[in-house]
């Protein structure tokens, strides 16, 4: 007679161990209480070494500035409270004025262009291809180059005998060579285009991540209705970026008011002839370092460069808020 054999089910080792492995939900509840009766310190564990270089590097030196634009200290002396006076002076100051002038230039030239030409050149360079990598790496090396060497570069060839003049020469396009460094427009000007040049990498990079975003059937159907290129970017890339560009304006107008490397460097620090292109932080730096400095007149100087960008952000903030509303 035969006998069946009997068969045994196979063992799981590897559920069973996954089955072992899976965290009981009691567990988690109890690490749960764990965390919730943790001392009230244990966060700051975390986060009290950011907090400390936050305090020590943004917070204490702007409640100190704002302490020293009410006194007459000087680098060698405490000083003692005047009140407004500064604010006063600086109404009288000429070099203020100047400086004002020619930051809220900075930032009426500067923007716009800024705003625009990045866009253009992300969307000529958001196609796939070596060639395209090749334009948007070159486009973005003078991001990575110091503010410094920039501005050294840019004033040897800018110079009266430097390669710009030269080649002008050179073409007979012009006869005498042209005073980019010598005078006070003309230098303005060439420090708002040295702060153009080295942006646009910068800016091209944010907005071609906004291009990402773009719903590609955007472009087929401005297609199918006949639009070319130009009705494309006018009606699908701009709409499709406009927070972006919103963006891009807060960021590069806080820039263009605090310039301060590319006019230092081109002016060789003395901020033009006769002071002619001082910045508002250049007004500063002269103000609030030295044996002479005046630093409670440097922190009112300070204060008044603080509001102007808080009202201007203010400002862009409520438009880019009324944008969103509307669409």
């Known amino acids: 007679m035969s006998q069946t054999p009997t068969t045994t089910e196979p063992s799981r080792p590897a559920a069973a161990g996954a089955e072992r492995a899976a965290p009981h939900p009691a567990g988690r509840r109890r690490r749960s209480r764990h965390w919730a009766r943790s001392p009230w310190y244990v ?39 005047v009140g407004l006076q500064n604010f006063r002076d600086l109404l009288g100051d000429e070099r203020f004025a100047t400086a004002l002038l020619n930051s809220t230039l900075y930032v009426i030239v500067v923007v716009p262009v800024i705003v625009v030409l990045p866009l253009i050149l992300a969307a000529l360079a958001a196609g796939d291809g070596r060639l395209m990598g090749f334009f948007r790496t070159a486009y973005y090396m003078p991001v990575v180059m110091s503010a410094v060497v920039v501005g050294l570069i840019w004033t040897n060839l800018l110079e009266r005998r430097g390669l710009v003049n030269e080649t002008l020469q050179w073409l007979q396009m012009i006869s005498a060579p042209i005073p ?31 291009l990402a975003s773009i719903d590609p059937s955007l472009y087929d159907a401005a297609a199918m209705d006949g639009a070319g290129v130009v009705r494309k970017f006018l009606s699908v890339t701009i709409p499709g970026v406009r927070n972006t560009m919103t963006l891009v304006a807060m960021f590069s107008s806080v820039a263009a008011f605090r310039v301060f490397g590319e006019v230092y460097v081109l002016t060789g620090g003395t901020g033009g002839p006769g002071g002619g292109v001082l910045t508002m932080t250049m007004l500063i730096q002269r103000e609030g370092t030295g044996l002479q400095a ?15 960008l808080a009202v201007l952000l203010t400002i862009q903030i409520v438009v880019q808020n009324r944008q969103v509303e509307k669409s």
């Not at 005046?294 to 102007?308: D, E, H, K, N, P």
């Open 43 to 81: 966060p700051l564990l975390f986060s009290g070494g950011a907090l400390l270089v936050v305090t020590v590097m943004t917070i204490f030196p702007f409640f100190n500035t704002l302490a020293l634009s009410f006194t007459d200290a000087t680098m060698l002396r405490g000083g003692r409270f």
């Open 180 to 210: 980019f460094l010598t005078d006070r427009w003309l230098l303005l000007l060439s420090a708002m285009f040295v702060t153009v040049w080295m942006g646009l990498g910068y800016y091209m990079v944010i907005y071609l991540a906004a």
């Open 294 to 308: 005046r630093t409670g007149y440097a922190g009112a100087i300070s204060l008044v460069m603080f509001v102007i």
